[in-house]
């Protein structure tokens, strides 16, 4: 079992940065594939970026150049720095946890490839 706690959200003008972390429990960090979702008022819950156990990252094409994600497996935590923040990337930030070793780029945008799930952290950018 893994627990996700995130931290780091709030409110910042468009333009501004802010910086998320997830910290899990566990002591098999290192073997999970870690992601960030979100979810907008009246929207689906989306992917937005992701780094899997061997250090590759995937980013939704509406983040690429501005979110970049990290990860400190001393720690079992992962970072996502948030740059360039438009009002469109206000939503509630969820962090998730996947066990699967070997997987193509395309699952990972499906909720069905993750395994848990944070309570979320609400990140609001203003205009």
């Known amino acids: 079992q893994v627990q996700l706690v995130e931290s780091g959200g709030g409110l910042v003008q468009a333009g501004g940065s802010l910086r998320l972390s997830c910290a899990a429990s566990?002591?098999?960090?290192?073997?999970?594939?870690m992601g960030w979702f979100r979810q907008a008022p009246g929207k689906e819950r989306e992917f937005v970026a992701a780094i899997s156990w061997s250090g590759n990252i995937y980013n939704a094409d509406s983040v690429k150049g501005r979110f970049t994600l990290s990860r400190d497996n001393a720690k079992n935590t992962v970072y996502m720095q948030m740059n360039s923040l438009k009002p469109e990337d206000t939503a509630v930030y969820y962090c998730a946890a996947g066990s699967t070793t070997y997987f193509s780029s395309s699952s990972l945008y499906s909720q069905a490839f993750w395994h848990y799930w944070g309570q979320g952290t609400q990140v609001t950018v203003s205009s």
């Open positions: 566990g002591r098999t960090f290192s073997s999970y594939t």
